[in-house]
């Protein structure tokens, strides 16, 4: 064995079954049992970040860094994909290839902050989308949460940061549900009930302490007193805590907001590396925002230091309730009526010792009152007690405001502490216009999950034609304990009215619903549509319920959508060239920003024109482009945001809740050939069946011309809508055209303009444009299944991810592992430019073998399939130095797996 590693170094790593150095070799028969035993000692992180892909977690790592350095935080993170679905700024890899550079990347960007746990989940990285719902289907549901929930029990966080699980518009359908995962995992980690077999594996039940949101929806300062100063939350109920960027690292000699930049720079092929750096101006430097979701231990105040979110769940809190105590507290209801009473339950259990005459409260607003303070029992050490406060709001509370009502314990001498339970005032009746599917969705499940309180940030939001009209459903719910009549007013602004104004509501059983019928018409088609109309495209609409003498008042709002009656062609050809007559109707402007830096039109601007016959729809667009971005091989055609580009979208019915049921044509002005010609690139992206024409729309027909010198160009396509995936409703379907601009030679893109502009508009059907196409008839819809992607990189295939396995004894991927003993390696040797060891499988499988230096794969075997006994292993040796690196193997048997790893 090397001097230079000790056994027990070598031993603690956890299933570091083999080491040597040069040709030297390991006798591992020689490992005592309580040797061996080492190999089995578990990781235990106190923080446990969960997002959909490598780099989500970037923004916190200046968080994450200074908490593990001055408060000895051990933090990890579940990465549910690897990011293969993405773009490549830096190269032509992709699919799981480029998953595996994601996950180094990653790697590199962690280290930074401290973190050495990195569990990739093996998911597939589909394509961008905003749905949930489509990202849960195509993740297999319930199988990554339990991998989730099996990560959890392995490594017993005490706190879990995730991203924003709430169904706000714009935000990444993967993300929503890698939070709705960990949310969920948060509730049910706990119970021994849930995924039974984790326990029969050997893993125990673990309830981690809190759930915290990175990020945050207010307004927050900057400098190092903006912590102190406290966060101004949107949603009064919420607590938001925060960390200053700008604390200086004394390990690494400058502050923890320039290493979360050096952390950002290492996501390469995201295009971040060109990321400008943070402010070095002390007071303009930022805090990371962290919203609270739930607790089970005992809160301190916000402002009370830059690692207040941990107290009372990894760190202690000063004059506080012992670490380890379990605070909990709920409301018998989330929504609660004026002068109403209802019940706040609160536990209290008391580790190590017994807690004597402790009390309870509820602190209230103004107006409010309880029945507390009520006493507790003493409660022995490792037991709980509960009481219930009763809580009666005041008669004349708000309806629609968010309160948050602190539930206080208070010991003889044991310390105090508080929890919080947040609330939203109603009426007896309360109504608004229906929600899209994918949000009901939402709101059923945090209903659920009794996490209402995540509603707050989710204001309904409906699409209506300009000049056009709609018929909505408005859900009347009564919260009352008995039957209610009453009223529903719908106030729209000008421009708008709605057929009826005013609905009588009769009969609504308690707890109960019902269901009216609007329609809303555009009568002014002069207005503003989309993000060119105030607040951002968005126009109020109030929706007032009344009964028993209390108003309450829905804020919803309408986005106006543009709308196009084509005109029929006389006969259009797809050659890059606008001819006189192929397009009849008018060219529409599709110059209008929606995400990335402002342009002016003589940076980036466009106009489109659609025409149509029998069989296909024509779109002839012609861009003013000041400057060329890079010209993309025609082996890179894919991923065409990345430079110059045009999408055309087209939802043939109108009424899709996400892309996989619409078709979504990018197009590149040139593609550059071996030869050095360049043509017209194109394919379908992130749709019903993404990929190249030829495999996935062939009648398809698509040109281009590039001006000399540069400035601009047009594209121009034949969409036969036999090539839809469905039948087209030809009174409504859905259209959108937008252009992606890029100034730069380094494959990103700088703006986004186009027709109907909202963010994240391009994974956003229901906020497309109308389109109307007079004469054609109306077909039954025929869907097509959408063709997803399904290849995703896997953590038996990727050599940091098995090194780490080896080490921490958590499971590839998050799945079950084969034992302890299902891989052993030994008689590793470097010699004569190769390194060769022996495996020893006790049972049958793949073997995977590789060699790893500084948290990359520089050498790996062709997958060995093999029977259960001795495999020998032979692997190429970069330039013959072993200097740091690590054999890294796996065997993959019946969807579980064993890891092992020996250094060189």
């Known amino acids: 064995m090397s001097p230079t590693l000790s056994r027990r170094s070598l031993l603690r790593a956890g299933g570091l079954l083999g080491a040597a150095a040069g040709a030297a070799t390991l006798d591992l028969t020689l490992l005592t049992p309580a040797e061996r035993a080492l190999a089995d000692e578990a990781v235990k992180l106190d923080v446990l970040y969960i997002g959909a892909h490598p780099d989500d977690e970037a923004w916190t790592l200046a968080a994450l860094g200074q908490w593990h350095e001055l408060h000895g935080q051990q933090a990890g993170v579940i990465t549910i994909t690897r990011g293969e679905g993405g773009g490549n700024a830096v190269g032509l890899e992709e699919g799981p290839p480029l998953g595996l550079i994601r996950e ?50 392995a490594t017993r966080p005490d706190v879990i940061i995730t991203m924003n699980p709430s169904a706000v518009e714009g935000n990444h359908g993967n993300h929503q549900q890698a939070a709705m995962y960990a949310v969920e995992a948060y509730l049910l980690a706990g119970d021994p009930e849930a995924f039974p077999e984790h326990l029969e594996e050997g893993f125990s039940a673990w309830a981690p302490r809190r759930l915290l949101r990175s990020g945050s929806n207010g307004t927050g300062g900057l400098g190092p007193d903006a912590v102190e100063a406290g966060y101004q939350p949107a949603v009064a109920s919420d607590l938001v805590y925060g960390a200053w960027n700008g604390t200086p690292s004394a390990e690494h000699g400058k502050r923890w907001s320039a290493l979360r930049d050096e952390a950002v720079w290492s996501y390469r092929t995201q295009g971040w590396s060109v990321i400008p750096p943070s402010p070095t101006d002390p007071e303009k430097i930022p805090s990371t925002w962290f919203t609270l979701i739930a607790s089970r231990t005992p809160l301190v105040e916000p402002t009370s230091g830059d690692e207040a979110a941990l107290r009372g769940a990894s760190l202690p809190v000063d004059g506080g309730l012992a670490l380890g105590t379990l605070l909990e507290a709920s409301a018998s209801t989330f929504t609660v009526l004026p002068g109403t009473p209802l019940e706040v339950t609160v536990s209290l259990s008391s580790p190590g010792r017994a807690t004597p005459q402790a009390s309870v409260d509820v602190e209230v607003p103004a107006g409010w009152s309880t029945n507390g303070p009520v006493d507790l029992p003493t409660i022995p050490a490792g037991q709980t007690r ?45 109504a608004g216009l229906e929600n899209r599917p994918e949000v009901l969705d939402f709101l059923a499940w945090t ?86 109309a105030p607040d951002g495209g968005v ?36 050659d890059g060239v606008r001819g006189g007559g192929e397009y009849p109707g008018e060219a529409l402007d599709i110059g209008t920003l929606w995400e990335g830096q402002p342009v002016e039109p003589a ?20 861009v003013t482009d000041d400057v060329a971005g890079a010209v993309l091989g025609a082996d890179d055609d894919k991923q065409r945001f990345r430079t110059d580009s045009v999408e055309i979208m087209i939802d043939p019915r109108g009424d899709s809740q996400h892309t996989a049921s619409t078709f979504i044509l990018g197009l590149l002005p040139a593609v550059l050939e071996a030869d050095g010609t360049t043509r017209v690139g194109g394919g379908r992206d992130h749709d019903n069946h993404q990929g190249p024409l ?35 409703r030809p009174d409504r379907m859905g259209l959108n055209v937008v252009v992606y601009d890029s100034d730069t030679q380094d494959r990103t893109g700088q703006s986004r303009i186009g027709w109907s502009t909202f963010p994240g508009v391009q994974a956003d059907p229901y906020r497309w444009g109308v389109l109307e196409l007079p004469g054609l008839a109306q077909e039954e819809s025929d869907p097509r299944e959408p063709t997803i992607p399904s290849t995703a990189a896997q953590s038996v295939a990727s050599g940091p991810s098995i090194v780490q396995a ?18 052993v390696l030994s008689s590793v040797r470097a010699a004569g430019g190769q390194v060769t060891a022996r495996a020893q499988l006790s049972s049958g499988g793949t073997v995977r073998a590789f060699l790893v230096r500084d948290g990359e794969t520089v050498s790996a075997a062709e997958p060995v399939e093999a029977a259960a006994g001795a495999v020998d292993l032979v692997l190429d040796l970069p330039d013959g130095d072993t200097e740091g690196l690590v054999l890294a193997v796996s065997l993959e048997s019946e969807g579980r797996a064993a890891a092992a790893s020996a250094m060189l």
């Open 104 to 153: 180094e990347e990653e790697r590199r960007a962690v280290g930074i902050a401290g973190i050495e746990h990195v569990f990739n989940l093996d998911a597939v990285d589909f394509f961008y989308t905003l749905s949930a719902p489509l990202s849960r289907e195509v993740w297999g549901g319930r199988d990554v949460l339990g991998r989730i929930v099996r990560v959890i029990r």
């Open 386 to 430: 509960q009481v219930t406060v009763q809580v009666t709001p005041g008669a004349d509370a708000q309806p629609g405001t968010d309160v948050l009502l602190r539930a206080r314990v208070s010991t003889k001498n044991r310390g105090s502490g508080w929890n919080a339970v947040p609330v939203r005032v109603g009426g007896p009746l309360e």
């Open 447 to 532: 209903e659920e999950l009794g996490m209402q309180h995540l509603d707050a940030l989710v204001p309904t939001r409906r699409s209506l034609p300009v000049g056009g009209s709609d018929r909505f459903a408005v859900i009347v719910r009564n919260h009352a304990d008995a039957t209610r009549n009453g009223t529903v007013e719908i106030e729209l602004p000008e421009g708008f009215a709605a057929e009826p104004p005013v609905l009588d509501v009769a009969d609504v059983p308690a707890g109960g619903t019902a269901r009216l019928e609007v329609e809303i018409i555009s009568t002014d088609p002069s207005l503003p549509t989309a993000n060119r």
């Open 539 to 574: 126009y109020p609409v109030s929706v007032h319920a009344s009964a028993d003498g209390i108003t309450s008042t829905a804020a919803q709002g309408l986005h106006l959508v543009p709308r196009l009656v084509a005109s029929r062609t006389p006969g259009a050809t797809a």
């Open 603 to 622: 940076d980036a601007s466009g106009t489109v024109q659609v025409a149509y016959d029998d069989e296909a729809l024509y779109v002839h667009v012609a």
């Open 694 to 728: 030829s495999e996935t729309a062939p009648g398809v027909r698509i040109a281009s011309q590039v001006t000399d010198p540069y400035t601009g160009y047009e594209v121009e396509a034949r969409i036969p809508f036999a090539d839809l995936p469905d039948a087209i």
């Open 806 to 823: 080896s080490a921490d004894g958590v499971g590839l991927g998050g799945r079950p592992s084969l034992g302890e003993d299902a891989l």
